[in-house]
């Protein structure tokens, strides 16, 4: 009975509805439930979508089957585009760098408020904040004084260049996708892959740990030196210990400083993170001091003077007064610093040589902004370690030589300066752009907040330390510049001599931005190997991916506290400042370096939002930052390259494999195609001529592969070198045999990994398997990358009846490698091979060179002598004389041909000449056709027997069908007579089968063997005796394989005659050649 159906339009639902609807009745089932799971149309279970859940499937079923059943089959893989932006649409940023964890982490994670900072507070102050710091406060002036202001200005201008393109290519790279929180070694890994992200990402961390330590280096030394330098617990004894007491001060206030912050961090990073806005307030009230000074300077200096012996600073910490006496009351006194240059407080003291020649002066350290002193400062002043800071235009006559300076009130320079060390000491106060990115996961939006942030950041801070050098160059005398602690001016922070209204706002502003600088690395670093931990891609630290219950890094926290340590017992600044140099510089060329790489590979997926980049400003950044590695310190740039190496060459061997399609993986794709082009699809020339292998390998009924020794043979012949493609054959149809494809594939890669078999796994599922063989031949590799050899392991079990078709598959294999101009290689008792691990220490590669096949003979026992194996066996050559040949000068030829291929092997020539056929060798011939004409015999018998019982079985349907019908059905098949079957003809049949049978049998031994096999099998036999006589103990035989013939009646004797030429013999190797040559005497 036909039916009517009602279509409704899927845009008018609530209008279109079927009548029986429109009446309040209930619409009729068109389709009962028959039972079957209506998600998957072909039975095979799905992946589980990680947008929709399977609810939303179940809720979705309704609206889908009626409106969308045209696609009702793949809902369950594929979502509806409605589910999918709705998934999107409330899309919560994962924790830092755990990406790979999303699925087994949804259940525990919490739903997080939707993050709501903008650009200046994301991004724009936290940059400020990294940027400006303890460099600025403590060494910029000293930079100045030291290399001038026009060098100066160079360093500056060098490394804000270097991170403004730094900039440009984090920003192309954060705005191309969505980044969660994990900045900049997200990033970095997500785009050069697993072992250049990890590698970085732990130099990032070191940097970052170094800084920590490098701003709690700079705290104690505003500390001791400007705030309260009577808290020193080490007291310089003696003349010359003051640099070694300060140290030793650092270390111990740092360690303690280090613990405290430790703990601050530990209870609790919701303390630091509300104190953050406070340090910088502090940063923004010193620079604005800064810069008011400067505009006082210009009609107002401030009151510094500085004290001059000739030409030579002096230290005014012990003494007051700036002369060598004083006159009160017509009396004449000497002064403190009388004092400290002569033996005694009277005028007639004998005193230091120059104290007597020159005079003192004082000059003002701050001219101010007008006075011209910005000419004098122009130029650099480089000194040695321990000179003293002198002016270069003041007066002075120089004194005696030999005077001792140690202990005189001069100001002198603790470390030797020159330029390129300079710039190592600057770096770290441009670093701390990735600031912004590192808060990637709190931003309302990222990309557009990430770019925009950063680069105004960077250009404020690099306009802040470009007029800062120009400002201090303008307004402080150099030899204020160039003294580093202040002792000229009391002791006061160089900066804070030039701020306004007190030295003080400077003083106590850059002690709390260091502190607070200090606070956010310890808080920071953590974090970073957190994340580098839970990808799981560096094994050895995955112990610092745990945690407290709220997910604070409590192991990882104590880790960089300790590393930390390192730099503070370091204790000096100047000495910090260039490492972690170096580890930010590296991160940032392996940014800008992800960029390029991004650019110039062009993948789909490459869409940045931000679009002034481009891969020549990342290949310049890059340039920059490699270029300032070796400027700053060559020797801690080799370093810290050699640490990323190694870290890099461990997550290769160690580390987890990961995919994250990486631009790395890209260039590698890349590579190979354009290199895979230029080979020639042609041969290769001889010099160049390798085995490329085609390893042919059976499965059992598991998948599992029967001889794994043929995997380690290949690995000894191969050594890593060469093209390797490790090919099966599965008997069935694909669609039906997909699952224990993928399981083979996977069993075949973890032998081949076990074996260490460098190569690629190939398995072809085909009807039979004879089919499969040939396809592999034929169609595996690609282009000039294919396989010149076929290796395959001898058929055992050839001569067993249910194994009849093994020989044909094996024969007709090496038939086609003939036609497809392949060498083959036959392995015969491979499960006697040695493995990788086994060695022999003595022992002969016996070639038994009979035909000539192109060289193959002669290459394969160098090759496997380069293995550890077969290293110390020794090759010998032995080569078979006819009747006719002159078997001393054969030897002396080959000893010449082998000299002349660079081989090293013993010669020997083995005369076998024409004698009668033994009766054993007529025999075995005989034996063997006997054998074969048997085996047909029993396959014809058997296909009569399977003929009378289908007989039988024809007759029992027809009576069954038919049962008015009498006994008696004609039964129609090529040559076969039409009969009526009786009991009596049915029996009569039977014994005329077995009749034919035994007379069938009675003429296999009244058979002669044919005189062409008894040939074959006298030269097997002879030769199979003399190869026995003197290789019975060789390790390995090397024999010249025979063709097949070319009557394929002849293919089961082929295979006896093979057999009894390798009778007797434990390891043998057949080698048939491919008829090209493979080896040369030429270079």
Not at 176 to 185: E, I, L, T
Not at 989 to 1012: A, L, R, T, W, Y
């Amino acid at each position: 009975m036909p039916t009517s159906f009602t279509v409704v339009p899927v845009e008018a639902q609530g209008e279109g509805r079927a009548p029986a609807e429109r009446d309040g009745q209930p619409p009729k089932e068109e389709e009962e439930d028959d039972g079957r799971d209506r998600g998957s149309g072909d039975g095979i279970a799905r992946e589980s979508s990680p947008f929709i859940d399977s609810a939303e499937v179940d809720r979705g079923n309704v609206y889908e089957g009626k409106n969308m059943a045209l696609f009702e089959e793949e809902m369950d893989s594929n979502p509806m585009v409605s589910s999918l932006l709705n998934k999107l649409a409330n899309y919560t940023n994962l924790t830092q760098g755990v990406v790979e964890h999303e699925a087994d982490e949804d259940s525990k994670r919490k739903e997080v408020k939707v993050p709501r900072m903008g650009t200046f507070i994301g991004v724009y102050l936290p940059c400020l904040q990294n940027i400006l710091g303890v460099i600025l406060f403590l060494r910029l002036t000293w930079i100045v004084g030291t290399a001038g202001v026009l060098e100066s200005f160079i360093i500056v201008f060098m490394c804000c260049a270097c991170t403004m393109l730094t900039a440009i290519s984090m920003s192309a790279i954060a705005t191309n996708g969505v980044v969660p929180a994990g900045g900049s070694y997200y990033m970095i890994s997500r785009s050069l892959g697993p072992e250049f992200g990890g590698a970085v990402g732990l130099c990032f961390y070191l940097g970052t740990t170094f800084a920590g330590a490098m701003y709690i280096l700079g705290t104690i030394e505003i500390l001791l030196t400007y705030i309260s330098p009577s808290a020193a617990i080490f007291k310089a004894e003696e003349v010359g210990e003051e640099t070694e007491a300060m140290l030793n001060n650092m270390r111990v206030y740092g360690t303690c400083i280090i613990i405290l912050m430790a703990i601050v961090v530990f209870v609790g990073v919701k303390y630091v993170n509300k104190l953050a806005l406070v340090f910088l307030a502090c940063v923004i009230l010193s620079i604005i001091a800064i810069y008011a000074g400067v505009v006082k300077t210009a009609f107002d200096p401030p009151d510094f003077p500085i004290c001059l012996l000739g030409n030579r600073t002096l230290s005014k910490r012990s003494f007051d007064v700036c002369a060598k006496f004083t006159e009160s009351n017509n009396e004449t006194k000497t002064t403190a610093l009388w004092q400290l240059f002569c033996d005694s407080p009277l005028l007639n003291a004998t005193c230091d040589d120059y104290f007597n020649l020159n005079n003192v002066t004082e000059i003002q350290g701050i001219p101010g902004v007008m006075s011209g002193v910005l000419i004098d400062n122009l130029w650099s002043t480089y000194s040695e370690k321990g000179s003293i800071v002198e002016k270069k235009d003041q007066p002075s006559v120089a004194g005696s030589e030999e005077t001792k300076m140690g202990g005189l009130p001069y100001v002198f320079t603790d470390i030797m300066t020159y330029f390129t060390m300079l710039v190592g000491i600057y770096f770290p106060s441009v670093t701390g752009i990735m600031a912004g990115s590192n808060r990637s996961g709190d931003l309302k939006d990222a990309q557009k907040s990430i770019p925009t942030g950063t680069i105004l950041a960077i250009s404020t801070t690099s306009f802040i330390y470009l007029s800062c050098i120009v400002l201090f160059g303008a307004c402080i005398e150099g030899v204020i510049l160039r003294d580093k602690f202040g002792e000229a001016v009391n002791g006061n922070l160089v900066v804070g001599t030039l701020a306004w209204p007190s030295p003080w706002v400077i003083v106590i502003g850059s002690f709390f931005s260091t502190c607070g600088a200090g606070l956010q690395s310890l808080t920071g670093a953590p974090r970073l190997l957190q994340a580098i931990a839970r990808d799981g891609i560096v094994p050895f630290i995955q112990i610092f991916g745990h945690g407290k219950a709220n997910g604070e890094p409590t192991w990882a926290l104590l880790l960089t506290a300790g590393i930390c340590e390192i730099g503070i017992l370091i204790a000096s600044l100047d000495s910090v400042a260039p490492i972690l140099s170096m580890f930010f510089l590296m991160c940032y060329m392996f940014v800008n370096l992800a960029c390029a790489v991004q650019t110039l590979l062009r993948t789909p997926n490459w869409r940045p939002r931000f679009k002034y980049y481009h891969w020549t400003l990342s290949f310049l950044g890059m340039s920059l930052c490699l270029a300032l590695m070796f400027i700053c310190s060559w020797y801690y740039a080799l370093i810290a390259m050699l640490i990323a190496g190694c870290i890099y060459k461990y997550i290769e061997y160690r580390g987890a494999e990961k995919e994250w399609g990486d631009g790395i993986r890209g260039l590698s794709l890349n590579a190979a195609r354009y290199a895979l082009l230029r080979v020639e699809d042609g041969p290769p020339h001889t010099k160049n001529w390798r085995p490329q292998l085609l390893v042919l390998l059976n499965l059992d009924s598991e998948q599992l592969v029967k001889h794994p020794r043929l995997l380690s043979f290949t690995s000894q012949l191969k050594a890593g070198k060469g093209l390797t493609i490790v090919g099966s054959v599965l008997q069935g149809i694909y669609l039906d045999k997909c699952t224990e494809t993928q399981k083979a594939e996977e069993n075949v890669k973890a032998l081949m990994g076990v074996e260490k078999t460098k190569g690629f796994c190939q398995i072809v599922v085909s009807p039979n398997f004879r089919d499969g063989i040939s396809y592999l031949i034929q169609s595996a590799g690609l282009g000039g990358m294919k396989h010149n050899t076929v290796l395959m392991a001898w058929p055992q079990s050839w001569k067993q009846t249910e194994n009849r078709f093994s020989w044909k598959n094996f024969v007709d294999t090496v038939r086609e490698t003939t036609a497809a101009q392949q060498a083959l290689l036959v392995a015969k008792n491979i499960d006697l091979f040695p493995t990788n691990q086994e060695r022999f220490t003595e022992g002969n590669i016996d070639v038994w060179w009979i035909v000539h096949d192109g060289g193959m003979l002669m290459l394969l026992p160098f090759l496997l002598r380069q293995h550890k194996v077969w290293r110390k066996c020794k090759m010998r050559i032995f080569t078979v004389a006819q009747m006719d040949d002159n078997s001393i000068q054969m030897k002396k030829d080959l000893q010449m041909f082998l000299y002349h291929l660079r081989l090293n092997a013993e010669v020997e020539v083995v005369e076998m000449f024409e004698n009668d056929i033994s009766a054993f060798t007529y025999e075995k011939t005989l034996m063997m056709e006997q054998r074969s004409q048997m085996l047909k015999q029993m396959q014809l018998s058997k296909n009569e027997r399977e003929r009378e019982a289908q007989l039988i079985h024809d007759r029992n349907t027809a009576s069954r069908s038919a049962p008015a019908v009498k006994a008696s059905v004609a039964a129609a098949a090529p040559e076969k007579v039409q009969m009526t079957w009786t009991k009596e003809k049915f029996v009569a049949e039977k014994h005329k089968n077995k009749d034919s049978n035994v007379s069938g049998f009675k003429d296999i031994f009244n058979m002669k063997p044919n005189q062409s096999n008894v040939r074959r099998m006298h030269t097997a036999v002879k030769l199979n005796g003399v190869v026995l006589n003197k290789s019975q103990d060789a390790q390995l035989v090397l024999l010249n394989m025979p063709g097949p013939p070319k009557n394929r009646k002849g293919d089961e004797n082929y295979m006896e005659f093979l057999e009894v030429l390798t009778e007797g013999l434990d390891r043998v190797l057949l080698v048939r050649g491919s008829g090209r040559e493979v080896i040369t005497i030429y270079s």
